[in-house]
């Protein structure tokens, strides 16, 4: 049975940084690419960025220059190393494993205040 387990939210003052982390077991983890999408209050949920096994990566627009994603294939875990955050960065943040399949886990609450 695969569970995806995201931790690392949590409130932090505009212009301050977090970095989340995903756990990942039940499935091999180096067949998928892992991605971190969120949503915010009457929004619906988007993506953020994705991780493939290469190392290659995407990041929304909105993301780029500030957000990192990376991945540990020995600890079956990917990050998300957010700065510069800004209120609109708020959101509940969920962390995703797809290898056709769609693998979610039950979200971590991001909190930026202004």
């Known amino acids: 049975q695969v569970h995806v387990l995201e931790s690392g939210g949590g409130l932090v003052q505009a212009g301050g940084s977090l970095r989340l982390s995903c756990a990942a077991s039940?499935?091999?983890?180096?067949?998928?690419?892992m991605g971190w999408y969120r949503q915010a209050p009457g929004k619906a949920r988007e993506l953020v960025a994705r991780?493939?096994?290469?190392?290659?990566?995407t990041y929304a627009d909105s993301v780029k220059g500030r957000f990192t994603i990376s991945r540990d294939n020995d600890k079956n875990t990917v990050y998300l190393q957010m700065n510069s955050l800004k209120p609109e960065d708020t959101a509940v943040y969920y962390c995703?494993?797809?290898?056709?399949?769609?693998?979610w886990g039950q979200g971590t609450q991001v909190t930026v205040s202004s």
């Open positions: 995703n494993a797809w290898r056709g399949d769609d693998y």
């Open positions: 039940g499935l091999i983890f180096s067949d998928f690419v």
């Open positions: 991780i493939g096994n290469g190392g290659w990566a």
